[in-house]
C-alpha cells in the first residue's frame, strides 16, 4: 500500500495544441504547414469542442486532477487584442473540472506561441517577458478558484525549441527535429542542441514576471515545469555531466526554488558523455519515441529536484511512456510510482502525481508515438478508455499499487 497524503492529486495531463484542433493563429500551426516531415495537427481529438466528455472520463475512472491549458494564440489573437469569448471558454472548462469535483492545473503557455509573438523574434526578444506578462494579467481574471498554475511548460526545452523555430522561420527547414521524438524510426537519436542559457535566463525572467502577476490577482500556488532528464555520467564524465545538466536542467530548477511547487516530467534517463548526450541505442525495448525504457527515472528525477531546489515541494506534471502496449504502460506506471512513492518515504515532498496524457494526442510532429490512458478515433473523434485509465483510478481510490487492472472491453 502506498503511503499516500491527504489532498494527493491522482491526475491526468494534456496540452491545448496537441488535442484541441485547429489552432491556426499559432506558430506551430504555420511551421506543420510549411516544414516538410511534419504531419498536421489539423483537427487533432476536437477537445476544444468535446473537454466535457474528456474531464468526465477521468472523474468516472476515479482520478481527481486534470492538468490542461489555455492557448495564448487563441487568447491573444493579435498583439493586446484579447478574445473574450475564448477567455470566457476556458472558464466554462475550470467550471467543468470544479463541478465534476476534479481539481483543475492550469499551464499558461506549453510550446505553441501566437504566430504574431514568433513573428517577432518568439523568446529571442526580450520584449517577450513584458508580453508574456501581459498575456498573463489578461488570463488572471478567469483562474478564480484554480488551486495550481504553471506559466511555462519546459522552458528548458522551449530554450531549445525557440533556436530550432527560428532557424525554421529563416527558411532552414533541414534543421525541423520534433522536441520530443528520438529517432521513431528505430535509428539512434539525433542529439538535440543545448538549450542556449540567454534563452534560458529570459525564460526564468518570464516566469518571475508571471508569478507576481499570479501572486498579486489569484489565490493559485504558482510554479513552472521542468522536462527532467535522470541524466548520468559515462564512466569518468563527472565534470561534464555536471556542466551538461546545469545547461539542461539545474538552471531552470534553480529558478523554482522561490516557488510554490516545481512541476516534473519525467520519461526516460539519459547518458553524458565527453560530446554531451550519448545517442541512444536500438533497443527492442525502446519506446515509441525512441528512448530507453526505464520508469525509474521519475525517483531519480523527484530527488534531484528536491536537492537543487533546495526543498520545493513536487507536482508530477508529466509521467508516462509512449507505447501501443496498455499492458507495458501499466507495468512501466507500477514502477514508476513505486519509485516515487520511495523518494517521498525518503523526505520529498510530492503532492500530487499527474500522468502523460489523458488522450493519445499529436505529439509535436507527429501522430505515431502514443502515450494515452484514452484512444482517440481521429475521424470520428469517439474516445476508448484503455485499461490503464482505469487502473490509475483504481490506485487513486485505493492506495494499493498492487491492483491489476482490469481486462481490456473488445472494441
Ligand atoms: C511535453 C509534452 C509531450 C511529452 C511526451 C513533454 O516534453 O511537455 O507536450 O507530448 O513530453 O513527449
Known amino acids: 500500500m502506498l503511503n499516500v497524503p491527504s489532498g494527493f492529486l491522482w491526475g491526468a495531463s494534456t496540452a491545448p495544441h496537441q488535442i484541441e484542433g485547429n489552432n491556426v493563429n499559432s506558430d506551430w500551426w504555420s511551421q506543420e504547414l510549411h516544414t516538410p516531415g511534419m504531419e498536421l495537427s489539423g483537427d487533432a481529438l476536437d477537445s476544444y469542442h468535446r473537454y466535457r466528455e ?22 491573444e489573437p493579435a498583439p493586446g487584442r484579447y478574445s473574450r469569448a475564448e477567455l470566457a471558454h476556458y472558464r466554462r472548462m475550470i467550471d467543468e473540472a470544479l463541478r465534476l469535483g476534479i481539481t483543475p492545473v492550469i499551464t499558461l ?83 538535440l542542441p543545448a538549450p542556449d542559457p540567454e534563452i534560458g535566463h529570459r525564460l526564468g525572467r518570464a516566469h518571475v514576471a508571471a508569478r507576481e502577476v499570479l501572486k498579486r490577482t489569484t489565490d493559485a500556488a504558482v510554479g513552472w515545469t521542468i522536462a527532467n532528464q535522470a541524466f548520468y555520467a559515462a564512466p569518468e564524465n563527472e565534470a561534464q555531466l555536471v556542466h551538461e545538466r546545469y545547461l539542461r536542467e539545474d538552471l531552470y530548477l534553480e529558478v523554482s526554488r522561490d516557488d510554490d511547487f516545481v512541476g516534473i516530467q519525467a520519461y526516460s534517463t539519459q547518458e553524458i558523455g565527453p560530446n554531451g548526450p550519448v545517442p541512444h541505442a536500438s533497443h527492442p525495448d525502446n519506446t515509441m519515441v525512441g528512448t530507453p525504457y526505464r520508469p525509474g527515472a521519475l525517483s531519480v528525477a523527484a530527488r534531484h529536484a528536491w536537492q537543487v531546489t533546495g526543498g520545493t515541494p513536487l507536482l508530477v506534471t508529466e509521467n508516462g511512456i509512449a507505447t501501443s502496449d496498455d499492458a507495458r504502460r501499466i507495468e512501466y506506471t507500477r514502477e514508476a510510482l513505486a519509485g516515487l512513492f520511495d523518494a517521498a518515504g525518503d523526505g520529498v515532498d510530492v503532492r500530487g502525481y499527474l500522468h502523460w496524457s489523458l488522450l493519445d494526442n499529436y505529439e509535436w510532429g507527429h501522430w505515431g508515438p502514443t502515450f494515452g490512458l484514452i484512444a482517440v478515433d481521429r475521424e470520428t473523434f469517439v474516445r476508448t478508455p484503455k485499461p490503464s485509465l482505469s487502473w490509475l483510478g483504481d490506485i487513486a481510490r485505493s492506495g494499493d499499487l498492487e491492483q491489476s487492472p482490469a481486462a481490456e472491453t473488445p472494441a
Open 54 to 75: 474528456d474531464m468526465q472520463l477521468l472523474a468516472e475512472a476515479g482520478l481527481n486532477a486534470y492538468r490542461f491549458g489555455v492557448e495564448w494564440a487563441r487568447i
Open 109 to 191: 503557455q506549453h510550446f505553441s506561441t501566437p504566430r504574431w509573438f514568433a513573428d517577432e523574434g518568439g523568446w529571442l526578444n526580450e520584449r517577450s517577458v513584458d508580453r508574456f506578462r501581459d498575456y498573463v494579467e489578461a488570463v488572471s481574471p478567469i483562474l478564480e478558484g484554480v488551486p495550481w498554475v504553471c506559466t511555462i511548460n519546459e522552458p528548458n526545452m522551449l530554450a531549445m525549441l525557440s533556436t530550432l523555430t527560428q532557424s525554421i522561420q529563416q527558411g532552414d527547414v533541414s534543421s525541423w527535429q520534433s522536441p520530443t521524438v528520438d529517432g521513431v524510426e528505430g535509428g539512434t537519436q539525433p542529439v
